[in-house]
């Protein structure tokens, strides 16, 4: 199994807008698969029907929710443990530090032994970025036989 990238022309340090732009990869994500999706491969693989599958993993999200809230860490096994992390401003002495200088919580995800494994071995597929085809199909339907994909934000360079 492959995964596609585009490449993309991005400045080597956001920080600072004229840094040189270097070549990065971009994962091109295909479909999203959603939970209703998910319960019915999972029945479709084991013994327990779709709604009794859709009703545990409702549950486990629930269950997901109340645990962070609650500061503690969700330690999914093999996939992986699910975190809260704070982003805060500094003071200058502990003293003066107050919750008014936490400025965003997040959920940290620290991958599980065997999910860190599936990327060993794995392949990768160039292909064009969203854009690039969009502009493409746009030319076909317009019966052009040349098109520009000259990116369209602004700071990027060509993108393959």
Do not use: C, H
């Amino acid at each position: 199994m492959a995964l596609n990238y585009s490449i993309s022309m991005r400045s080597s340090n956001p920080m600072d807008p004229e840094a040189i732009k270097k070549a990065y990869a971009k994962a091109q994500i295909g479909n999203t698969v959603s939970l209703k999706t998910m319960s019915k491969r999972i029945a479709s693989q084991t013994t327990v029907n779709r709604a009794d599958v859709m009703a545990v993993l409702t549950a486990l999200v629930d269950n997901i929710f109340e645990v962070l809230r609650e500061g503690n860490q969700v330690d999914l096994g093999e996939l992986g443990k699910l975190r809260l992390q704070i982003s805060s401003e500094g003071a200058a002495k502990a003293e003066e530090f107050t919750s008014d200088y936490i400025k965003d919580v997040n959920i940290q995800f620290v991958p599980g032994e065997d999910l860190k494994n599936i990327f060993a071995g794995m392949e990768f597929t160039p292909v064009p970025t969203r854009d690039a085809v969009r502009k493409v199909l746009k030319a076909q339907k317009a019966g052009e036989t040349t098109v520009d994909i000259t990116p369209e934000k602004a700071g990027e360079g060509p993108l393959v």
